[in-house]
């Protein structure tokens, strides 16, 4: 499996609600305004070519820079980056994002963590099947920086404990994770650079 790493650095209200105790957007939430990082988007860069010079755009435009870039690996790979993210977080390991995030972002996910263990809380997530992963968007910038968007849909049961006492709710969620990777380089690892929620 190809090991993702690194999320946008978002505000500390999206990182606990999205991560934490709502992964993604319920379908009773009204719809907001997503919260985002820096710009994802660089400066304008000449789109993707192929060989014979004819403009290329998604997913072809990947494939024209990196022959090898196979779909469905990159959906398993995305899959598993998912779930060891949403749990690392839920569970407060930083040891384990540490691993999977940039620094800048490891920096937000550790305050969010922080602010939940001076609540005096726990809490694990469990996920009820698989989450499912769709290809959503994909591109090339510039010379070779690929950008792939990836819609995921998943139903997970959290179990909390607080000074209140312990909790278990059910969800359903959709999230849009945004991943990039320069295709010439030899790092096999794709960034998560961009979190948002998704209608279901």
């Known amino acids: 499996m190809i090991i993702f790493a690194g999320l946008a650095a978002i505000v500390l209200y999206q990182l606990y609600a999205v991560?934490?105790?709502?992964?993604?957007?319920?379908p009773e939430d009204a719809p907001?305004?997503?919260?985002t990082a820096a710009p994802l988007d660089?400066?304008?860069?000449?789109?993707?070519?192929?060989?014979?010079?004819v403009s290329l755009s998604g997913l072809a435009a990947v494939k024209a820079k990196d022959p090898s870039f196979d779909v469905g690996r990159f959906l398993g790979g995305a899959k598993s980056a998912y779930e060891m993210i949403v749990k690392a977080f839920?569970?407060?390991?930083?040891?384990?994002?540490?691993?999977?995030?940039?620094?800048?972002v490891m920096a937000g996910f550790d305050t969010a963590i922080a602010a939940r263990e001076a609540e005096n809380r726990t809490e694990t997530v469990e996920?009820?099947?698989?989450?499912?992963?769709?290809?959503?968007?994909?591109?090339?910038?510039?010379a070779d920086l690929a950008r792939v968007t990836?819609?995921?849909?998943?139903?997970?049961?959290?179990?909390?404990?607080g000074p209140e006492g312990e909790g278990v709710?059910?969800?359903r969620t959709a999230e849009l994770w945004t991943f990039e990777r320069r295709l010439k380089?030899?790092?096999?690892?794709?960034?998560?650079i961009h979190v948002d929620a998704a209608e279901a």
């Open 19 to 26: 991560l934490g105790r709502r992964v993604g957007r319920q």
């Open 32 to 35: 907001a305004v997503p919260a």
């Open 42 to 53: 660089r400066a304008p860069d000449a789109p993707a070519q192929a060989d014979d010079g």
């Open 90 to 104: 839920a569970a407060g390991d930083r040891t384990q994002l540490r691993n999977l995030l940039a620094a800048p």
């Open 127 to 142: 996920f009820l099947h698989p989450p499912r992963a769709d290809l959503e968007k994909a591109e090339v910038v510039g």
């Open 150 to 161: 990836v819609r995921f849909l998943s139903e997970f049961r959290s179990r909390t404990k």
């Open 169 to 171: 709710e059910d969800r």
């Open 185 to 192: 380089s030899r790092d096999p690892n794709w960034l998560l």
